[in-house]
């Protein structure tokens, strides 16, 4: 399985993974370098508060 997110180090966006499908704590890491980005539960988690201070600053711009 692959997943998109940029790497920090190289900003390669491949990403790979232990086995065919994941669990939260398996750990990410970038396809081309090597560098770890964490584990999937943190990394979804940080993609879910970038989303919500996204939807909440929409909402502050529409009032």
Do not use: W
Request: aromatic content about 4%.
């Amino acid at each position: 399985m692959q997943i998109e997110i940029p790497c920090p180090k190289c900003r390669n966006t491949r990403m790979k993974f232990e086995r065919p499908e994941p669990v939260d704590t398996d750990i990410l890491v970038c396809f081309t370098c090597g560098h770890e980005l964490g584990t999937l539960g943190s990394v979804k988690a940080k993609m879910l508060a970038a989303y919500e201070r996204m939807v909440k600053q929409a909402q502050q711009r529409r009032q």
